[in-house]
Nanobody, 124 residues
Framework: HVQLVESGGGSVQAGGSLRLSCAAS????????MGWFRQAPGKEREGVAS?????????ADSVKGRFTISQDKDNAKNTVCLQMNSLEPEDTAMYYC?????????????????WGQGTQVTVS
């Protein structure tokens, strides 16, 4: 039973920073690709960033240069972090961690098999 648990959301003023973490456990085969998505009220879920097992990273244009995704595979839980700097009100959304056992179109939610419950990020 794969479980993804996010933490680190909260409220921050524009220009501030937050760091989100996602701990993955319960998998038989380590997911090849881990991603962060976000969904604002009334909008579709969109890809923010992803990282695959070799360490290649991809970002949405809207967050390039401000967000950084990283992973720690050395512990029992595959932990993926999203460092968010220079936050803007437009970044306000529920943020979700997701895992894909493959590595397909990273920005498409349909390609991810496992999802966390989400953590709220509010920028004012």
């Amino acid at each position: 039973h794969v479980q993804l648990v996010e933490s680190g959301g909260g409220s921050v003023q524009a220009g501030g920073s937050l760091r989100l973490s996602c701990a993955a456990s319960g998998y038989t085969y380590r997911p090849y690709c881990m991603g962060w998505f976000r969904q604002a009220p009334g909008k579709e879920r969109e890809g923010v960033a992803s990282i695959n097992s070799p360490g290649s990273t991809r970002y949405a244009d809207s967050v390039k240069g401000r967000f950084t995704i990283s992973q720690d595979k050395d512990n029992a839980k595959n932990t993926v972090c999203l460092q968010m700097n220079s936050l803007e009100p437009e970044d306000t959304a529920m943020y979700y961690c997701a895992a894909d056992i493959y590595d397909r179109r990273w920005y498409s939610p349909a390609n991810y098999q496992y999802w966390g419950q989400g953590t709220q990020v509010t920028v004012s």
